[in-house]
Every structure is written in C-alpha cells, then in structure tokens.
C-alpha cells in the first residue's frame, strides 16, 4: 500500500465492574435516567473528599496480572489539570507517575505469525461525565462521572490495522474472561485510541504523529489506521508536511476526519492527589486476587484441542464464554468432545439464538447432555432425530432415552438388517449400479436415497453407506 513503515500504538480506556464508582458509593450503572447515580462527589462539590472504592484496586491487580505486568506496590494519584466542561472539579483523579501496572504484554497472532504487544503502563483513573450536543447547547450526564477506569497503553510497537485489531480483540477477551469488565464496545465501556505515524526507515526517528480518538468498533480501529497511513503516504509523497493532531473516525465517510492540531504540548500541571494517602499494595493482596482469576482463553482452547476438540470448534466456543462456562463442566468426563462440541455448536446454538436463552436456561443438566452424547455416538439418535426431538431435550427434564422411545424414533444399527436392505434396492435398481460402475458419482446418492427411503429413514446412515459401498463392490 505505501512504501513506508508505520508504527502504531494504542490507548485503551476500560470501564470496571464494580458495584459502586471509584471515589464514591454512587452506583456504577448504565443506562439509567441522567444525573440520577449521582452525589456530590460525583458532582465534584467543593469541600467532597474522594475515598478510594477497594475493590477497583483488586480489579486493578487483577488485570496487571492477566496482562503480565509487574505491579508497583507503593503508588499514589494525581491530580490532571484541565478545564473543560464534563470535568466539574477542573481535574481528573488518575495516576501519572506510578501507574499501578508496567512493562507487560499480551500475545496475538496474524497470519499464523505470534507477535508480543509490549503493554507501557497501566492505570486507574476516574472517568469524565459524558457530554451530548443537540444543536448549539451542550447537556452533561454525570451519571458516568467517577466511573471507574483502568487505562491501558502500549508501546508503539503495532505495524499494520491488522495488529491493532488482534490486540484488541486478545485485550477484549482477557479482560471479559477475567470479569474485570463487560467490555461492550457499543455502550462505551471499551474505547480505543490510536496514534499512527509513519517513516521510511527503521533508522529514521518517527515521523509526526496523529491521534485518532472514538473509534466505536474494533473493525473501524483496523479501517481507521489502515485510512491514516494512506493519508500520511500521500502528504509524505507530495512533500508536504503535517502538525500533530487528534482525529476522529467517521462512520459515514469511512474516513478519520479532523478535529484539533496540537500547536502546544499539553500541560496537565499533574502533582500528587493530596486528599488520597498513598496505596501499598502487599504480596497477600495479590494473591487473593490472583485466586479469583478464572481459566483464560488461551488455556480453554489448548484444554479442549487437548480433548480432540476441533480447533475451529475450540475457537468458536471460546468466543461464547456461556458455552464455555458449560463445556468446561464436562472436562473431566470421559466423553466424545468432538460430539459435544458440534451439538453445543450446532443445533443447540441454533435454538438459544432464536429463543435468547443461554444454555443454563435450559433443561439439558450435563448428566442428560452426556446421555445425549453417548445416544449419538453409539448411533441411537440420527442428527435427522435431533432435530425432531430437540426442543423437547431442551425443554423437558424426562431421560433422554425416554424422549426418544416415547418419540417413536428406532434407528436400525443392526449390520444384518441393514444389509437386507441393501440388498434390495440394488437388485431394484439394476441401471444405478450399472452407472455406479461406470464411474457416475450422482449413482451412489441415488442408491443411498433409496436405502433411506426403503428403511424409512431408520437406518444408521452412516453403516448404510459403508455396506452399500460394500455390496456394490
């Protein structure tokens, strides 16, 4: 696309689910009336004290750990200067000099090639209260005021859209599983941005960077970058020059679009927060929090790949942590995984999409759904029966095997008395076996469609097949 080299960073603003906001005990909430999970702290009165709410900085070490950082165990925060209308107290709270995670990183992997993203630091800070604009007049919700926020940052180590994406989506993933945050993109609870500049060459400093802010999905991150590196090449290639900005990503246009030139470095004024004492984070407090932390993605799919679970399956099941939760209970069984994944990924996920349901919604307990397993493999159940009898498996708590007697449904897997009725539709069909040696492959579907028909769709397909092939032989 151009014959530079871009280097790409990106910042990372994730909300934490916690029950409360970080300085006060107004509810940590979305999408309530405005200005309702509000107190004066919130409000940024003057004379509030802020009190640190714990468990932001539980989840805090929790996810230095799931990103290997090293966690500073003697911080405190600071004051960022600033005026501007979501920020009522004319500074946020966050932390500038010890940020409570550095030095970290996560793996990704494009085009089969794994890459490290080295993670620079890693911070609590407070969130602003969010400010809509209808027409000329500015509305403010505090409602998101003192929401509790870690900010991730990495070095600019990112080559291409493509990177950043897998970042993100590795970041998402990590941070989902881990319970730190719901991560919903869409309601702004994971914002990225990100800074692009491009060089000629290795040995050349970095070339002028533009910040590109909002993206509201991880696929635009990829577009934004991948627009703003053609928009540099272009100004590099006709010689022209630009002055760092911040810019943002339109939907519309598919384009980042400009918003303000930095013609001044930003001075924060950042100093100490006076009225919060300074945090010691101690072994013992890491390791509580370390023994919360769930199994990871990364392990699930190596457990189940493990089990004989396609990697396919594996990675689909992994990006539905319901699902993932409920096979998980099934790892220490001794169980066909390959079965239960294409049924957890097949009908059954057809029926909890259209009814909205997750699978712990439903009757199948993991006695039944072994059942079920064992029903399919030794051939009792055709995937035709399921169908047939899903609803019912899903919905009702009777056996499994009851379902299927009082369903009517007899399979033959009896070798005997599917080769009689081989046997028969190749004595009926004697043009079919004639084209079938012949080398016409549309033959033997032929054939096969009359075994079922003559068997009435009992016999075990796949034992049919083999002793037709056989006989035919």
Known sequence: MSNYIPTIGVEVHVELKTNTKIF??????????????????????PGTLPTLNKEVLNLAIKAATVLNCKIRREMHFDRKNYFYPDNSK??????SRTPIGYDGYVEIEVNGVKKRIEIEEMHIEEDTCKSTHRGTKTLLDFNRAGVPLIEIVTKPCMASGEEAKAYLEKLRELLFYSDISDC????????ADANVSIRKNESDPFGTKAEIKNIGSITNVGISIEKEIERQSKLYDNGETFKPQTRRYDDKIGDTVLMRVKETGND?????????????????MIERVVATIPMLPDERRKLYIEKGVPEVNANKIVQNRSLSDYFNELLEENTNFKIASNLLLGDIAAYLNKEEKLITETTLTKDRFLELIKNMEDNTLTSKNLKDILNKILEDTSSISDIIKSSGIENITDDSAIRDVVRKVIEANPGSVEDYKTGHDRAIKFLMGQVMKESKGSANPKMAMDILVEELQ
């Open 90 to 95: 004319n500074y946020q709270i966050t932390q």
């Open 268 to 284: 924060y004024r950042y100093f100490p927060e006076p009225d919060i004492p300074f945090v010691y984070v101690t072994d013992e």
């Open 184 to 191: 919903k993109i869409e309601e702004g609870s994971m914002r």
């Open 24 to 45: 006060s005990n107004s509810t940590n909430g979305y999408g309530e009336m405005a200005n309702s999970l509000t107190n004066v702290i919130d409000l940024g009165y």
